[in-house]
Antibody
């Protein structure tokens, strides 16, 4: 059974850092692009970041570019999101999601499976 | 960035009703349009991919249509478990933007 278990969320002050992890199981992790999507309290979904199966190609929303870094460890079936210079508007539930292809820029790309989220709260 | 606009933002309907939710892209995205369902307190779930592909395990009362800039999600006969928020997402151009969501409520 496919599983994505996100962790690492919590309360952090503005300007601080957090590192999110997403442990994957039930599929061949290295063969699929992966994603982070967030949802602020009571709001809609916002795509944050993604990377290819190898981890070489990475992509970011303008709102997080230069502050967040996505990466993966295919030997440990784990996806990461390093979040620096946190702001109040980064407060959200962060979901990791499995793509349907190896390459991120792939025609017909979609988010095939979503894990449960981890809550990040940025507040002083 | 490509802007995705859903209409309506909220919708009240009854069990058994046929409902259609629309999604418009700010430029052509061909058929690179996906639909997700999020029930209250739950994780989003893929319903439709590539405008009209039905994800495995999703009931056939869900269907998608459209291409270019205008797309629809139709539920042919609403069931109690269908009351949720629905999001479209384009996967034509990074960033892969979402619509603002349509909240489907029980009348």
């Amino acid at each position: 059974e496919m599983q994505l278990l996100a962790s690492g969320g919590g309360l952090e002050q503005p300007g601080g850092s957090l590192r999110l992890s997403c442990a994957a199981s039930g599929f061949t992790f290295r063969n699929y692009a992966m994603n982070w999507v967030r949802q602020a309290p009571g709001k809609g979904l916002e795509w944050v970041s993604g990377l290819s199966g190898s981890g070489v190609s990475t992509y970011y929303a303008d709102s997080v570019k230069g502050r967040f870094t996505i990466s993966r460890d295919n030997s440990k079936n784990t996806l990461f999101l390093q979040m620096n210079s946190l702001r109040d508007d980064d407060t959200a539930v962060y979901y990791c999601a499995k793509g349907n292809a190896y390459y991120y820029e792939n025609s017909g790309y979609f988010l095939e499976y979503w894990g449960q989220g981890t809550l990040v709260t940025v507040s002083s | 960035d490509i802007q995705m606009t859903q209409s309506p933002s909220s919708l009240s309907a009854s069990v058994g009703d046929r409902v259609t939710i629309s999604c418009r892209a700010s430029q052509s995205i061909r058929d690179n349009l996906n639909w997700y369902q999020q029930r209250p307190g739950q994780t989003p779930k893929l319903l439709i991919y590539m405008a009209f592909g039905l994800q495995s395990g999703v009931p056939s009362r869900f269907s998608g249509s459209g291409s270019g800039t205008d797309f629809n999600l139709t539920i042919s006969s609403l069931q109690p478990e269908d009351f949720a928020t629905y999001y479209c997402q384009q996967s034509s151009t990074i960033p892969y933007t979402f619509g603002q969501g349509t909240n489907l409520e029980i009348k």
